[in-house]
C-alpha cells in the first residue's frame, strides 16, 4: 500500500478500545485517518487524540467503504456480525473478541510467537485471550528449546478484562464496604471486593469455564503443536489492571532454572525479575501500564524430573488486549500483508 491506512477503531469507548488509541497516539502508528466507532449510543462522544479530538461515530453495515484496518474489541457478538462485513469491503479485521479465535480460516497470533500464521490471513485476523497471550511468551523460548508436555495453569485475573463497568464495581463495592454499606453485584455472580471468584466466564458441560477451555485450545493453536497439554483454573481477584499467573510446566528435556531465566530474558517481550533476595518479583501493580511480560520466581519443581515454576504478570489490557492488536497490525503493515487477498 501506497498511503497510509484508514483505521478503524470498532468499540472506541471501551475499557480497550480506549488503550488502543492511546497506543495507536503512543507508537506513532502510520495512519491517514483514524475513525473511533462504537454504538448508537455513543455517537459524538470527542477522543483526545494527539493535538486534536477525534468524534465517535456509529459502527453500522456501511462503515467500512475507504477503510484498510479495522480493530475490534466491541464484544463477541458485535464481531460476529461485523467483521465479514468489514473484510468483505476489503478491510483487513484484527478482532479482539472470542469470535473467530478458533475459526480455522482465523490466524491466531502472538506476534513474537507465531508472526508466520499472518501469510494465510483471509481478511481476518484473531488476537487471543489476555491469559493466554501472556502465557505464550513463557512457553515459547521453554518449548522452542525443551518441548513442553504439559502445563499446569492457575490465573489471577484484573476486573479490567471485563470492561469498564467491572473497573466501577469494585471501585464502588470497596467504597461502600469502607463506609458500613451494604454491596450489590451486578457485573460478577457476586461481591468481588476483598474476594477471589473461581469463575471466569461461563460454565462448559465439562466442569470448566469458558475462560479455562480458551487457554487449552488457544494454546494448541498458537504454537502449532496439538501435543501440548494445559490444564487451567482461572480467577478472578480484586485486583484492578494485570493479570498474574501461577505455571507449572513439564518440558521433554531437562532445564535448570538458570537455563529458564537465559532463555526467557533473551525473548523479545519478557523481563525476567527474578530476585528473591531482594524481595523483588512481578506484581500486576508495577505491571500496570507497561508494553512487557514480567516473569519471576523461577525455579525447578522438586516432584518431577523436568519441571519449573513460574509467575508471570502482564498488563491484560495492553499485551493482553490493545497492544497485541496493534503490534499485529505493525506487522502486517511491515510484511506487506495489510490487504484482503
Ligand atoms: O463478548 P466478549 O468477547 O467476551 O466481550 C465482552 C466484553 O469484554 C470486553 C468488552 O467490554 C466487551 O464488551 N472485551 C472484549 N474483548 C476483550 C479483551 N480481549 C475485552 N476486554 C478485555 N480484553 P468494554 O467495556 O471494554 O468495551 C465495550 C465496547 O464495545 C462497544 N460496543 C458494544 N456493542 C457495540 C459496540 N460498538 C459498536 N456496536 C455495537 N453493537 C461499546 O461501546 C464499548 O466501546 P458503547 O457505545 O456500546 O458503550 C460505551 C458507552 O456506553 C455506556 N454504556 C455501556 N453499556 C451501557 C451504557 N449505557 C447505557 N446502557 C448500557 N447498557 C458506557 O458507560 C460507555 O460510556
Ligand atoms: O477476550 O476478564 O475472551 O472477563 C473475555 C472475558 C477477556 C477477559 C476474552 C474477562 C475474555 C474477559
Redesign the pocket.
Known sequence: MSRNPVVAV????????REMLKILEERDFPYSEIIP??????IG?KIPFKDTELS?V??TEDSFDGVDLALF???????EK?APIAAKAGCVVVD????WRMDDNCPLVVPEVNPHDLDWHKGIIA?P??STIQMMLALKPIHDEARVKRVVVSTYQAV??????AIEELENQVRRLMSGQPVVADVYPHQIAFNCLPQI?VFMENGYTKEEMKMVNETMKIMGDKSIKVTATCVRVPVFYGHSESLNIETEEKLTADDVRALLAKFPGVTVEDYPEKKSYPMPINAAGENDTFIGRIREDETIANGINMWVVSD??RK??ALNTIQIAETLIARDLLRVP
Do not use: P, Q, W, Y
Open positions: 470498532c468499540g472506541a469507548t471501551g475499557a480497550v478500545g466507532m462504537a454504538s448508537a449510543r455513543s462522544i465517535v456509529e459502527l474489541s466491541a464484544g463477541g457478538s458485535t464481531s461485523f479482539n473478541s472470542s469470535a488476537n485471550n489476555c479490567s478484562g471485563t470492561g469498564h463497568k466466564d491484560n489490557i493482553g488486549a
